[in-house]
């Protein structure tokens, strides 16, 4: 069996997006500044340049992972309802804090690309940016968008608020850790929420309930975009 | 040793099934017509599920906590994906590049700010405010 053979096998793409996640893990365990993702991917897309194989041969395996994000973003209701039972108190105001977050960004985003000529697949594109991998993708499916780019944006959405969220809060005279939770887990997420874990338990506990809120809230507003854009 | 090994694995498959079962319900709700993508239906039925206490937080905690710890893994098969598109993102570079930053920094000063403005004092925050004022 020759080696092009192996390499399109779904259990062999399964098998060596596993092994290199593993690796990545490892390096970031070390360093942590070194993107998981980035290390993943690399070889992966070295491995096909290498050997000539097109991408839908190795999505073949690929397509099986992506489907478990599915049953990952149902997964968020547990943070959810564990933190929901702690915030109970601040909860409506949270709630109200989000979806301005969510509004504010997906018209921001929508708007500056649209602003500077983006054609319309790429300006819908952006609207979902700033919440989970999951369920952006799932936005940007229905809003007719280009899903590698949704999770380009992602990614990168979830690296600016890990990096500059907190310094720049601080600078808006944002202290209080409820808040800095809700803004860093509206504008970036899971990447944003785990930085925060060495900070503060409370800002985590926020972060990922405002993570699963703003993407429960950015669905519907995509789901009422798409009815006033028909 | 082996025994309790097996009991943790039937565990986690249970909570898998659950996890899967409410993401089909969630994505047949969708193509019946509801306008929500169908792993966020999954959720919020799964979320009201975990309220009402059909469902019970043991039965799924471990198999959650690991899709959600390993997330980054499932979402690497669609950033390969990117290699196709290395034209079109280059020509949009602009374009993307902007609208992340400015989007960015919108969503973190808005929330930020409301909830500077509007939280209601924390009760642990609360305490310490009245003890230092005694």
């Not at chain 1, 800002?203 to 809230?217: D, I």
């Not at chain 2, 471990?62 to 980054?72: E, F, I, N, T, Y």
Request: glycine letters at 8%; proline letters at 5%; a positive charge.
């Amino acid at each position: 069996m020759s080696f092009a053979l192996l390499i399109r096998h779904p259990v062999f793409s399964i098998a060596f997006t596993v092994l290199t996640y593993a690796l990545a893990t490892v390096l970031h365990r070390r360093w942590r500044w070194i993107p998981p993702i980035v290390v993943a991917c690399l070889p992966i897309m070295a491995l096909l340049l290498l050997v000539r194989e097109p991408y839908e041969e190795y999505n073949r395996g690929g397509n099986f992972l992506t489907w478990l994000l599915g049953p990952a973003t149902v997964a968020l209701a547990v943070p959810m309802y564990r933190h929901g039972v702690a915030l109970r108190r601040s909860l409506p105001v949270l709630a109200l804090i989000v979806l301005a977050g969510s509004v504010v960004g997906m018209t921001t985003a929508g708007l500056t690309a649209w602003l500077l000529g983006a054609p319309l697949p790429v300006v819908m594109s952006t609207i979902p940016k700033s919440v989970t991998t999951p369920i952006a993708i799932e936005v940007c499916r229905e809003l007719k968008g280009i899903p590698q780019i949704t999770i380009a944006l992602v990614i990168l959405a979830g690296v600016l608020g890990a990096s500059f969220g907190v310094p720049l809060l601080r600078l808006a005279g944002v202290r209080e850790d409820r808040a800095i939770g809700a803004a860093i887990g509206t504008s970036s997420h899971g990447v944003g929420t785990a930085s925060l874990v060495h900070h503060s338990e409370m800002q985590a506990a926020v972060s990922s309930w405002a993570m699963a809120a703003a993407g429960v809230f950015t669905s519907l507003l995509a789901a009422l975009l798409k009815l006033f854009l028909r | 040793m082996i025994k309790s090994l097996s009991i943790q694995l039937v565990n986690s498959l249970i909570g898998l099934a659950i996890l899967i079962a409410f993401f089909l319900l969630g994505s047949w709700l969708h193509r019946l017509g509801v306008p929500i993508p169908g792993g966020v239906l999954g959720l919020i039925l799964f979320f009201l599920a975990l309220q009402v206490g059909i469902v019970k937080l043991g039965w799924v905690e471990r198999m959650a906590g690991l899709l959600l710890r390993h997330m980054v893994l499932l979402f690497v098969p669609l950033t390969v994906g990117l290699m196709e598109l290395g034209a079109l993102l280059s020509k949009q570079a602009l374009a993307i590049t902007a609208s992340l930053v400015v989007s960015s920094v919108a969503v973190l000063l808005t929330t930020g700010l409301l909830g500077k403005w509007l939280l209601p004092a924390h009760p642990a925050a609360a305490n310490a405010e009245t003890k230092a004022s005694q």
